[in-house]
């Protein structure tokens, strides 16, 4: 089985600042990894994700993360964040051959103007 | 957005009494994924369904049935509620299994009284 570790319950950060929140997966077969956001109120929205090739996946609006698997780390970054990104944001990983997600226990985004 | 919605989206209910929870799409995805998330636990899976007829429990599967009678609807069941599950659910879709992300619905606010 695999399970996911988000270390990072709530991170506060300034506006315009830079951030990474961490994701620490374990697992003993190939997988694959993702990162989903929650705004207050709705359902989850996929970020980015990572399949296979270039370890480092980037989304439309800014952010970026890079697998690495020696470290067993997903960890997302942002290099300037806006209010806007306030958010819930969940790492979350499947096996390649799995029909399961399994999903860490979230990072509150803060924004602060 | 992926055709997915649920219903109802906000329920209360006492003790004791059976409740269901609707899944519906428009996507025709073959797998479906029931959550339910609740603070300091991020999502975790209820059941989950390979295709008509086809069930599979997840991590916190007591006290809960599932039914895919179509391949569109989704049903999910508390026999008898207790307070112990209150929260929020959410219904989820994959074309297949692993490396495709899945598409979350809005979710559905459960209250146990």
């Known amino acids: 089985a695999q399970s996911v570790t988000q270390l990072d319950s709530q991170v506060p950060v300034f506006e315009e600042a830079p951030v990474e929140l961490r994701c620490n997966y374990s697992?003993?077969?190939?997988?694959?990894l993702f990162w989903y956001v929650q705004y207050p109120n709705q359902g989850l929205q996929l970020l980015l994700k990572y399949l296979s090739g270039s370890t480092l996946v980037e989304s439309i609006n800014g952010f970026e993360a890079e697998f690495n698997k020696s470290q067993t780390s997903f960890h997302l970054r942002k290099p300037s964040v806006h209010i806007s990104d306030t958010a819930e944001y969940f790492c979350?990983?499947?096996?390649?051959?799995?029909?399961?997600?399994?999903f860490g226990t979230g990072t509150s985004l803060t924004v602060i103007p | 957005d992926a055709g997915i919605t649920q219903s109802p989206r906000h329920k209360v209910t006492e003790t004791g009494t059976p409740v269901t929870l609707r899944c519906h799409q428009t996507?025709?995805?073959?797998?479906m994924y029931w959550y339910r998330q609740d603070p300091g636990h991020g999502l975790r899976l209820i059941h989950y369904?390979?295709?008509?007829?086809?069930?599979d429990k997840g991590e916190v599967s007591d006290g809960y049935s599932v039914s895919r009678s179509k391949t569109e609807d989704f049903l999910l069941t508390l026999e008898s509620a207790t307070s112990s599950q209150t929260s929020v659910y959410f219904c989820a879709i994959s074309e297949v299994r692993g490396a495709n992300e899945q598409f979350f619905g809005p979710g559905t606010r459960l209250t146990v009284l």
């Open positions: 369904s390979y295709g008509v007829k086809d069930t």
């Open positions: 697992s003993s077969v190939s997988v694959y």
């Open positions: 996507e025709n995805h073959r797998y």
């Open positions: 979350a990983v499947s096996a390649a051959t799995g029909n399961q997600f399994y």
